[in-house]
């Protein structure tokens, strides 16, 4: 929409939507740079000091803003899967970082499903190696035998507790391997940040600051710099001059629900895949009646998430579930390289292997079994205690354009219309899920499992939305995320991202952003 800014306003260089992972480290390089960097965050200010190790707690970290309606056959779980306030979902995320392979980048052209995505890994090897050396992740590159190249990790690996060596055996019998899973946590103390208490608390915030979080990685050094942050400051739309090719400023309510505007020079849309799709939706005008960059009809297009699906087991040994971090201890991603395995099948998978767990609430012990209630829990709930044991299985998904962000005729308190999710898999993606669960089956009954259940598959992160790509008609942004229809409209997260890999998608995000950060300071 074309807007002019208030001119008592102050002008910023880099104006950022989002003080998630990918805008913290915009704002960090930014600012660095002597830039004039604002940060606009919807939810509330976040720090260290306010988070508990409660289930409680944890939910208040996952998405409270305007709802999101959802549809379809695998919905993305946007309440679950988003975050708010500082840190975003990085806050509560469980700090998982493998790596894209180098076979994510080219599905389209090797397999003639999904999309290419305009790079490769060759690409992005040096962010991810820049992003881990500022970070800090804890592994073993060299166990990790399916690992692309790369600088070893810079921390050891986090210790094997007993659900990893119960579960490990089970891999070992079916001729599997597995690694110390990669975690972007501390295995031993960096700096101000303590190492891992193995309390299994992440989805809280880590408090300690072992778990690399905005918190501790990208906002203090951006804050340090200069760069400012305004919270409950929801964004509604982004505004535009004459020509409709230069964003002029985004207009958003402040704290005391007042209309405010932020005059940027350049502006990065970081608010996460759905939100950053339906800001742009949103901000329709007569240069782009369809929404903000939507020319092509491309905005909010092949929207993704990672079909996953989790073993359960009792085993005779004690396994203390409850220790270690809740991402895991072992992955293993024997399953990766091929990626049509059978003509129904499509899709690598990755193994998260002895996630610590808690008595109760979603990923509880409790709720792996919903069919027991009553007087038939407690002695469940009595064993599992000390002996149960699980896995994940993370699938990849296929950029379809039917599966997308759209907006709902239901409006939020400001009147702007509320975000649409529709998300459905298809048969050969979910043959690959069927293929993940009967796999996991197999591997807990050759440890030796007692029992063993697979839970319902739920999707796992949320990408796509704001696809990058080489050609403006089938793609949002370009390489770096710039918007194609719009000079200095940048969008960094995980919207971008054209195919869905079986990976956690936070250090591929935090590479992207380093990327973007760098051109667009360049510019």
């Given amino acids: 929409m074309v807007g002019t800014a208030n001119a008592s306003a102050k002008s910023y260089d880099l104006v950022i939507v989002g003080a998630g992972a990918a805008g913290s480290v915009v704002a960090a390089v930014a600012a660095e740079a002597g830039k004039r960097v604002l940060i606009l965050e919807a939810g509330p200010e976040r720090e260290l000091g306010q988070l508990y190790s409660s289930q409680i707690w944890a939910r208040k970290l996952k998405w409270s803003g305007a709802p999101v309606t959802e549809e379809g056959n695998l919905r993305v779980g946007h309440n679950f899967n988003a975050g708010f306030g500082t840190g975003g979902a990085a806050l509560h995320h469980y700090a998982v970082w493998?790596?894209?392979?180098?076979?994510?980048?080219?599905?389209?052209?090797?397999?003639?499903?999904?999309?290419?995505?305009?790079?490769?890994?060759?690409?992005?090897?040096?962010?991810?190696?820049?992003?881990?050396?500022?970070?800090?992740?804890?592994?073993?590159?060299?166990?990790?035998t399916w690992r692309p190249p790369g600088e070893p990790y810079p921390m050891p690996p986090l210790p094997v507790f007993?659900?990893?060596?119960?579960?490990?055996?089970?891999?070992?019998?079916?001729?599997?391997?597995?690694?110390?899973?990669?975690?972007?946590?501390?295995?031993?103390?960096?700096?101000?940040?303590?190492?891992?208490?193995?309390?299994?608390?992440?989805?809280?915030?880590?408090?300690?600051?072992?778990?690399?979080?905005?918190?501790?990685?990208?906002?203090?050094?951006?804050?340090?710099?200069?760069?400012?942050?305004?919270h409950r400051a929801e964004v509604l739309r982004v505004l535009h001059d004459a020509s409709g090719r230069r964003v002029t400023a985004v207009e958003y309510v402040d704290a005391a629900g007042a209309r405010q505007q932020a005059r940027g020079d350049q502006v990065v849309l970081a608010a996460f895949a759905v939100q950053t799709a339906r800001l742009l939706l949103n901000s329709r005008s007569d240069q782009h009646p369809a929404g903000l960059g939507n020319h092509n009809d491309r905005v909010g297009r092949y929207l993704m998430t990672h079909p996953a699906t989790t073993i359960s087991g009792l085993f005779k040994e004690e396994t203390q579930p409850a220790l270690g971090i809740t991402g895991g201890q072992l992955i293993c991603h024997d399953r990766y390289a091929d990626k049509r395995p059978a003509p129904e099948r499509f899709g690598s998978y990755q193994w998260l292997i002895a996630?610590?767990?808690?008595?109760?609430?979603?990923?509880?012990?409790?709720?792996?079994?919903?069919?027991?209630?009553?007087?038939?829990?407690?002695?469940?709930?009595?064993?599992?205690?000390?002996?149960?044991?699980?896995?994940?299985?993370?699938?990849?998904?296929?950029?379809?354009?039917?599966?997308?962000?759209?907006?709902?005729?239901?409006?939020?308190?400001?009147?702007?219309?509320?975000?649409?999710?529709?998300?459905?898999?298809?048969?050969?993606?979910?043959?690959?899920?069927?293929?993940?669960?009967?796999?996991?089956?197999?591997?807990f009954r050759a440890a030796g499992a007692e029992e063993a259940w697979a839970g319902p598959t739920a999707g796992m992160h949320i990408l796509g939305g704001t696809v990058m790509g080489r050609d403006s008609a089938t793609s949002v942004t370009d390489s770096y995320g710039r918007c194609h229809e719009l000079d200095n409209l940048f969008i960094a997260g995980p919207g971008?991202?054209?195919?869905?890999?079986?990976?956690?998608?936070?250090?591929?995000v935090h590479a992207l952003a380093l990327r973007t950060a760098e051109h667009l300071l360049q510019k």
């Fill in 98 to 144: 493998p790596r894209l392979h180098e076979n994510d980048f080219s599905v389209h052209s090797d397999y003639g499903v999904g999309l290419d995505w305009p790079i490769g890994y060759a690409d992005l090897r040096p962010f991810y190696d820049r992003i881990q050396a500022q970070v800090g992740i804890s592994g073993d590159a060299r166990a990790e």
């Fill in 162 to 230: 007993s659900q990893g060596e119960v579960i490990r055996r089970g891999f070992e019998a079916l001729e599997m391997h597995t690694a110390p899973i990669p975690v972007a946590v501390n295995s031993t103390p960096s700096g101000e940040r303590r190492a891992c208490l193995y309390d299994g608390w992440c989805d809280a915030g880590c408090p300690i600051g072992a778990l690399a979080n905005p918190l501790v990685t990208y906002l203090p050094r951006a804050l340090k710099a200069g760069a400012e942050i305004r």
């Fill in 496 to 508: 971008v991202f054209p195919s869905s890999g079986a990976v956690n998608p936070t250090f591929t």
């Fill in 355 to 443: 996630n610590a767990v808690k008595p109760n609430d979603l990923l509880g012990i409790a709720n792996s079994r919903p069919d027991l209630v009553g007087a038939a829990l407690e002695p469940f709930m009595q064993r599992a205690a000390r002996h149960y044991g699980t896995m994940v299985a993370v699938g990849e998904d296929i950029a379809l354009a039917d599966n997308r962000v759209s907006l709902s005729r239901q409006r939020d308190a400001h009147g702007m219309p509320l975000a649409h999710c529709t998300h459905n898999i298809g048969e050969q993606t979910a043959a690959m899920t069927r293929a993940a669960t009967e796999e996991g089956l197999a591997i």
